[in-house]
């Protein structure tokens, strides 16, 4: 027996099925859109902060995610590379990783903030949660296309902690990106075990989250010799 809608009362069902689907959609977009303006304009307003602990020591360039914009802080300016010694600026976007498949926004991988770099005496690349659900293949592509594009600089990458909301799933990009490390020489610093302090949403750091991250990454650069 078809379950299917029949006569004008069918048709009528249908209709406003299709029109409440339409809808949510247009509405999810949206949201959506408006999600990724606020990112942009977040980013750009990072961009502008120059931070660290010493003002007229070594510059750094950090490329990284929600993490390093400050994303769900009052003072984005607070976001943890404000921890770190030198002078740094921040070239962040929230939701973006190392594959271009990470972000809602289009592609916004770290890769395209390369050039943003230039004449820094470190980049600093910091993420991975925003590649959880992306191969390991698009995250191996990624991080070659970005160290393509920083040629002739010292780079170090801060892989991802093992943040409530996303732990197991970080433990398989963290395993990741030290392999992809090891092939190609980069300096890699293994957060995955590091214990902070999260917003409600177990994803983002909470202002003392973000002191005590940018504390730890800055005395591993520190003690390897790579700033300050």
């Known amino acids: 027996m078809s379950l299917r809608p029949t006569g004008r009362a069918g048709v009528a069902a249908l209709l406003i099925a299709v029109l409440l689907a339409t809808v949510l959609t247009v509405r999810a977009r949206g949201t959506e859109v408006s999600w ?9 307003a990072r961009s502008q902060i120059v931070t660290g602990t010493e003002p007229t020591g070594p510059s ?5 995610d929600s993490w390093s914009v400050g994303l769900g802080l009052d003072d984005l300016g607070g976001s943890w590379p404000s921890e770190l010694p030198g002078r740094v600026r921040v070239a962040g976007f929230s939701g973006s990783g190392f ?3 990470a972000s809602h926004c289009g592609n916004r991988s770290f890769a395209t903030r390369a ?6 005496d470190l980049v ?5 949660l925003n590649d959880h659900d992306q191969s390991d293949a698009d995250i191996r592509d990624g991080f070659r296309t970005l160290l393509t594009s920083l040629p002739d600089k010292g780079v170090v990458v801060v892989g991802p902690v093992a943040a409530p909301a996303r732990a197991a799933s970080a433990r398989r990009v963290d395993a990741t990106l030290a ?3 090891e092939e190609y020489g980069v300096a890699y610093i293994d957060a995955s075990a590091w214990s902070l302090s999260y917003l409600p949403d177990r994803l983002h750091l909470t202002q003392s989250g973000h002191v005590a991250f940018g504390q730890r990454v800055a005395d591993e650069l ?3 010799g790579l700033l300050g």
Do not use: F, K, N
Request: hydrophobic letters at 45%; glycine letters at 14%.
């Open 36 to 44: 990724c303006a606020r990112h942009a304009t977040d980013a750009a």
């Open 60 to 64: 750094a360039a950090v490329i990284g």
């Open 99 to 101: 594959s271009h498949g």
């Open 115 to 120: 050039a943003s770099a230039r004449g820094a």
């Open 124 to 128: 600093v690349v910091q993420g991975g």
């Open 179 to 181: 392999d992809l490390c």
């Open 222 to 224: 520190v003690a390897r």
